[in-house]
């Protein structure tokens, strides 16, 4: 699997969505085969281009071709595979594998079946496209298709109101950010003549790329980064991202793990060049716009979070807060740090949202936390693998993912020159993490015994588990001792040094995930015996209030950008129809007096000439038509006749 | 033997297909008299060929490809007849007026 | 010796199209016919155009000659009588071979002997043929396949009636 063959990945399930849909709505029974063939075809190439980039360390290889040109330019597009895009290869596939095999079992009763694999094997598709791009063209285009995979899976229960709406309000919304990554595309091209990421030194990636780009470089930092605010939902363009889980159970996990949030940080991770470019102590003004962004984002959603009821918003809303936390290690230099968050959670949150989506489809398509309860006991294996899910999220050190590349990013933020704020305030989202999923656990599966419930079939608990296993065997690569993933991304090669487990963090991270664990148990747990009152509400119903409604960042948005725009609409639609169409309406008055005089001339003057004429062509047609008589003889003899006369012409003429 | 006399017999070739397209009631003999046209026109290919010292062979293709065309008119004519036939009974052009004007 | 030849073989080539453009009878003009073409190729012999010649025959005697007959069996109706000759077509033909004739007569060019030539052999022609000539064949070969589509779609009985 060398770069130029690494077309085939993403292609092959492009090839089994295309298939699927061929298939038509009656074949059920096999449309699934197509996808989760797709995706193991993917899975295993990924491998073996994995398994190329471990040849060297900072491996790296393109290929580049020419996609057409205009004048003497050419357009160029390319792949191209590095540690960075082979990691997130194979975090895609297999966590997408994952979810296909779950999503048979979940959607088994839904009419629209084969639909829904077409769509998840095209979303998987798009993102491999975005992961192995070597060309910010290229990219972009896989980064719209998957906008519009997003939307048509968003918005797959159509008939829904509620889902068509929040298909609609992902795709606009991030279609705002996407205005500005397009904007910083063009910016990129007219400064640098290239959007090729590596070209054997001339990509706009590489030294020489970078030196043209100059001052620039913030500008076009900042509107690519407003494309990946808009994917990854990072405030103030996060409010899709909690909608957007009115799609079906599976399609919240693809988007919040593997596949669409993961793009925005994984667009930064793959420009950080240009984002650093100039820095002086690695510090530059996009960098720190980075930060700050991701801070807020990762603080609102974890306080939002904590004020939730619907189980899958609440994830959501950890979603949008690990992904502000990962920013802030991208913005503070850790980018291997924000990297292999971003891949520890396509794992653990897949296992979430899928143990979630177990749980909705155990308890009979209820999503509301107190609607549910005592839920262990009917549901083990869903209830094991979402712990294992819920402690890699919190943070619980040593044997779940999260906690070590939680570890590091607190570390990146620690050294980070600016600013200890972050720092801080990153230490309280993680409280606040533990505590959301402490709170959401009892809720679900401990206190008083909810309505009936049963275990989930197979199909969907073995991807559970796969995952459940894959949180705790990934940290194994992840741990400081042998930091194996976090040097394969630098480039380095990994040493084994056992005492560095022993970190001072370690303890700070304990510390917190205590703090916060301990927090959920002792506020929730009391108050869960008999009641189904959240005890935080009690307590403070008005902030309560103010988190469940999300801080009111919708209805603000629905005050201000959306009034603005309504406004700005119906000045321009009192514009057009009095001042525009005015305008043309004079035009169209003068017109009318042109044509009043011209058909005055026409009738007077023009028509009787034109008639005299009619009248003279009529009689002449029928003089010539009676020479017309239908007998193919004569006319033959006519042409002899003609022929005859022709040849005297030219004899007598010569 | 000079060029002309050769022409001569071409011309008289071809006035009496002619003849054979302009008098004949019969379809049939119009695709006839149109054939002997052009074997007449064919004669005078190879003629001016023959009495020209090109070394290219150009009037011999010309009547070659002329054959073939030929053949394929013929095809398609006697083709024509058949339906007309099967459409209107007859074979006489005479009748054959629906095109008057 | 060879001028006596020429004559016979125009003789016989004029008089059966003679026949054949006459004939009130349909079978035998259309067999004079296939002897006027017999003579037509004997005349491509004479002017040393072998292959046209074959050619000529393997055409219009061994197809469109077969065709003819074909097509005189298929539209033939009992008791009808297509005897019909239009004089004024002999007129027409006359005036033409007149004038033909006469611009013959009239350029002096014309009256020419033919100049030694090497005998054109068909490796010649074929060399020809797949070099020059290469996309006219082509052409002649589509031309040929639509002809031969089109007169069976012409020529097929229509089953919907």
Not at chain 1, 211 to 231: D, N, Y
Not at chain 3, 28 to 34: D, I, Q, T
């Amino acid at each position: 699997m060398n770069a130029a063959n690494v077309w085939l990945i993403p292609f092959a399930p492009l090839i089994a969505s295309l298939s699927i849909l061929l298939l038509g709505k009656s074949r059920r029974a096999i449309a699934s085969a197509p996808a989760i063939a797709g995706q193991v075809i993917a899975l295993t190439m990924s491998i073996f281009a994995f398994a190329r980039t471990l040849r060297a360390p900072g491996y790296r290889e393109v290929h580049n071709f020419v996609w057409f040109n205009f004048g003497d330019q050419s357009m160029q597009l390319g792949w191209m595979i590095d540690p960075l895009a082979a990691a997130m290869l194979l975090m895609i596939t297999f966590v997408g594998l994952c979810i296909f095999v779950f999503s048979i079992g979940y959607m088994a009763d839904d009419k629209h079946f084969t639909r829904f694999f077409a769509y998840l094997s095209f979303f998987s598709a798009a993102m491999l496209g975005v992961v192995i791009a070597n060309s910010l063209l290229l990219l972009f285009i896989c980064w719209e298709l998957v906008g519009l995979a997003s939307y048509l899976l968003i918005g797959f229960w159509i008939e829904r109101p509620s889902a068509a709406a929040a298909a609609r309000k992902a795709f606009i919304t991030t279609r705002i950010g996407d205005m500005g990554f397009f904007l910083g595309i063009l910016l990129l091209y007219h400064k640098s003549d290239t959007l090729l990421f590596y070209d054997n030194g001339h990509g706009c990636l590489e030294n020489a790329g970078l030196l043209l780009l100059g001052a620039s470089a913030t500008a076009i930092a900042l509107l690519i980064f407003c494309g990946a605010v808009g994917k990854s939902g990072q405030f103030p363009l996060h409010v899709w991202l909690p909608d957007a889980m009115e799609g079906p159970t599976p399609v919240s996990a693809l988007i919040h793990a593997a596949t669409m949030v993961a793009a925005g940080v994984f667009l930064v991770a793959r420009l950080y060049p240009i984002f650093s470019a100039g820095a002086i102590n690695g510090v530059t003004t996009s960098l720190t716009i980075v930060v700050w962004i991701g801070v807020i984002t990762g603080l609102i959603a974890a306080l939002i979070a904590v004020a939730q009821f619907d189980i899958k918003r609440i994830l959501a809303y950890s979603t949008v807060s690990q992904l502000g936390l990962m920013m802030v290690s991208l913005g503070v230099g850790g980018v291997t740090a924000g990297m292999l968050h971003l891949l520890a959670h396509g794992f653990f949150k897949a296992l979430l949202f899928l143990g979630a989506g177990s749980v909705i489809h155990g308890a009979h398509h209820e999503q509301d936390i107190r609607g549910m309860g005592g839920l262990r006991g009917a549901m083990p294996i869903t209830f094991a693998t979402y712990a294992a899910g819920m402690m890699a999220l919190s943070g619980v050190p040593l044997v779940f993912c999260g906690a070590w590349t939680k570890e590091e990013i607190l570390h990146a933020a620690w050294r980070w020159p600016v600013s200890h704020v972050p720092f801080y305030l990153v230490m309280l989202g993680v409280v606040l993490t533990a505590l959301y999923m402490t709170r959401q656990m009892i809720y679900v599966f401990d206190g008083k015994r909810g309505p009936a419930a049963h275990e989930s079939p197979r199909v969907m608990t073995t991807p559970l588990i796969v995952l459940a296993a894959c949180t705790v065997v990934l940290s194994v690569f992840l741990t400081p001792a042998w930091p194996w993933l976090d040097h394969y991304l630098l480039g380095e090669r990994a040493h084994v040094d056992l005492w560095k487990i022993f970190d001072q963090t370690i303890l700070i991270s304990l510390l917190l995930v205590g703090a916060g664990i301990g927090l959920g148990v002792f506020f929730y747990r009391e108050a869960l015996r008999g009641r189904r009152q959240d005890p935080f509400q009690t307590a403070q119903p008005a902030l309560f209030r103010f988190l469940a409604n999300r801080m009111w960042l919708d209805e603000l948005y629905d005050y201000t950008v959306i009034r603005a725009a309504r406004m700005l609409s119906r000045i321009a639609d009192w514009l057009d129809r009095y001042f525009w169409d005015g305008l043309v309406r004079l035009v169209g008055l003068l017109g009318q007096l042109f044509g009043i005089i011209t058909k005055t001339a026409d009738e007077r003057g023009i028509n009787s000439g034109v008639d005299e004429t009619t009248v003279g062509a009529r009689g002449l047609g029928r003089v010539v038509s009676s020479a017309h008589s239908g007998q193919i003889q004569t006319y033959l003899g006519a042409i002899g006749l003609g022929m005859l006369a022709l040849l005297l012409l030219y004899a007598w003429l010569a | 033997m000079t060029l002309s006399i050769l022409l001569m017999v071409s011309s008289a070739l071809f006035c009496i297909g002619l003849l054979a397209a302009l008098s004949r009631r019969h379809a049939i003999f119009i695709l006839i008299g149109i054939e002997m046209m052009l074997a007449a026109a064919n004669i005078n290919f190879i003629a001016f060929w023959r009495y020209n010292a090109q070394p290219q062979p150009t009037g011999v293709i010309v009547a070659i490809f002329a054959i073939a065309i030929a053949a394929a008119e013929a095809a398609v004519g006697l083709a024509l007849i058949i339906a007309i036939y099967r459409h209107y009974r007859t074979t006489n052009v005479d009748q054959l007026d629906r095109l008057k004007g | 010796m060879i001028n006596i030849a020429f004559f016979i073989i125009a003789a016989l080539t004029l008089g059966s199209a003679l026949a054949a453009a006459t004939n009130p009878k349909l079978m035998h003009a259309a067999l004079s016919f296939a002897i006027a073409f017999v003579g037509v190729s004997t005349l491509f012999f004479w002017l040393g155009a072998e292959f046209v010649g074959l050619v000529q025959i393997f055409v219009y005697i061994g197809a469109v000659a077969v065709l003819i007959v074909f097509t005189i069996l298929l539209t033939r109706r009992e008791g009808e009588q297509l005897r019909g000759f239009n004089w004024s077509g002999v007129v027409v033909a006359l005036a033409v071979f007149a004038g033909l004739v006469w611009s013959i007569l009239k350029s002096p060019s014309m009256s020419i002997l033919p100049p030694e030539v090497s005998p054109l052999t068909v490796k010649r022609i074929g060399e020809v043929l797949m070099s020059d000539y290469v996309w006219p064949l082509m052409g002649v070969g589509v031309l040929l396949t639509v002809a031969l589509l089109g007169a069976l779609i012409l020529a097929m009985e229509d089953k919907r009636e």
